[in-house]
């Protein structure tokens, strides 16, 4: 009986409303009914209904003064109005009020059940909805992010400050460290997780494109505009817009977004009307800003803007102590994608994963595992299975060797080549940003830059 779809009817009419109880048994619905609005509204208040269907005439209250108490005591049960005394006014105060629906007198039961299927598809998808956004939620608490490192544990501490406040949020991280993961905890932890979270990747998107993606456009706005569109910014209104790889936008993009972070109104291309923005941002980036603006491709207004709060991601280089359990997490979680039985790591392949240097980060290591997983025939990943690059690299790969022949070396031209290739290697772990190659070199910037133009980098 629990499983079933409980029907009350609440009718003063005996006949009509046993008949009716009587043909909701039958069709397999869990039904009982009452003969007032006191009654009815005592069921209710026990919790062991789904929908309500109730005369508009009653000898102790009318249908619409029992359709308010339900939305009051039970708003999440459906009523529909039931009346032989049929009007437009009575249709439109009753929807006015919430009722699902109105129908009349005598009931035509085949209709009947059309309605009650649409209200209970309309209750499972609302259900399903509760449910998606309950796992969302979970997926998206700061637990959730893998990160025992001591570098890790100093972002959390700065994200649980910062999902107080409304504030612009700029996340610095090397591609692959999770800068759009980080982004939605923030918002899903956030006063505004209920609304949109909206992400928008800025260099993936042709610039010819990417202002009206943002902004919008109306109809005829230029050719191809066949129909008005809204943009990124409208459909966050009240959550989260969340802008990647902000540094590749052009700058008459930055201008316009300035204005649009300032003044928190946003027009259409092709349109003078201004449309007033709830909307938080949370941009990303992956290169130096700071050198950008240095540079003048990026503007320094808009770089204060969205820097209001800093958020750097470390590499995963930087936070080795969670290179396993990032890879207990993705082996659990392709294995069970997979549908495949348990599978271990021999100690060698996980020393191997531990030495890489992981330039891709948590991104590339996860793409490994689901590889491994997905290829592997053995209970176990022997480093025989790693990529040759990892493999290599965990058996003594990293280290350095020089051949020192009877003839002699050239020691000044091995120890600068030598300082070439670590530059090079440097620059392009620090995805071209000499501010971090210098930092992985242990240089300070200006030497770096020197180094660089004398050997020729």
Same mark, same amino acid.
């Given at each position: ?66 359709? /308010? ?64 956004? /309950? ?27 910062? =999902? ?95 204005? =649009? ?31 950008? =603006? ?13 820097? =209001? ?149």
């Amino acid at each position: 009986m629990d499983d079933q779809f409980r029907v009350l009817v609440i009718d003063d009419d005996d006949p009509g409303r046993e008949v009716m109880e009587l043909l909701l048994r039958r069709a397999g619905f869990a039904a009982q009914s009452v003969s007032n609005g006191a009654e009815g509204i005592a069921v209710v208040q026990e919790g062991a209904t789904d929908l309500v269907l109730v005369d508009l005439f009653l000898p102790d209250k009318s249908g619409i003064e029992i359709l /308010k108490e339900i939305r009051q005591v039970a708003p999440e049960i459906e009523v529909v109005v039931i009346t032989g005394h049929a009007s437009a006014q009575t249709a439109v105060a009753a929807m006015k009020e919430g009722a699902f629906d109105y129908i009349t007198k005598p009931v035509n039961f085949d209709e009947l059940k059309i309605v009650i299927a649409k209200i209970r598809e309309q209750q499972r998808l609302r259900s399903e909805n509760v449910y998606l956004k /309950k796992q969302l939620l979970e997926r998206f608490q700061f637990s959730n992010i893998i990160g025992g490192s001591t570098a890790m544990q100093r972002v959390f501490e700065r994200m649980q400050r910062i =999902v107080k406040t409304d504030s612009t949020v700029l996340i610095f991280g090397e591609s692959g460290t999770g800068k759009e993961l980080v982004a939605r905890a923030l918002h899903h932890n956030s006063r505004r997780k209920s609304h949109p979270f909206v992400a928008v990747n800025c260099g993936a998107i042709p610039e010819t494109l990417l202002e009206s993606e943002l902004f919008g456009h109306v109809r005829g706005a230029f050719t191809g505009a066949v129909r008005d569109k809204i943009g990124k910014f409208e459909a966050a209104h009240h959550g989260t817009l969340f802008l990647d790889e902000i540094g590749t936008m052009p700058m008459h993009l930055q201008s316009k977004l300035l204005r =649009v972070l300032q003044e928190q109104e946003v027009e259409r291309i092709g349109s003078t009307k201004t449309i007033k923005l709830d909307v938080r941002v949370i941009s990303a980036t992956n290169a130096d800003l700071e050198e950008q =603006v240095r540079q003048g491709t990026f503007r320094e207004d808009l770089f204060y803007r969205l820097n =209001v709060i800093p958020l750097h991601l470390p590499p995963l280089r930087e936070r080795r102590d969670d290179i396993l359990p990032l890879v207990n997490h993705f082996l659990d979680k392709f294995r069970h994608l997979m549908d495949r039985p348990a599978i271990g790591m021999h100690r060698a392949t996980l020393d191997a994963l531990e030495q890489y240097h992981w330039p891709g980060n948590v991104r590339q290591l996860e793409n490994v595992i689901e590889r491994l997983v997905a290829l592997t025939e053995g209970d176990a990943i022997t480093p025989d299975d790693l990529p040759a690059e990892i493999a290599d690299q965990g058996r003594g790969g990293r280290g350095l060797c020089l051949d020192l022949s009877p003839q002699g070396i050239d020691m000044p031209a091995a120890i600068a080549d030598l300082e070439r290739k670590l530059i090079a290697k440097a620059l392009l772990l620090g995805g071209g940003v000499k501010t971090r190659a210098a930092a992985l070199l242990g240089l300070n910037r200006t030497t770096l830059v020197e180094k660089i133009r004398r050997l020729g980098v």
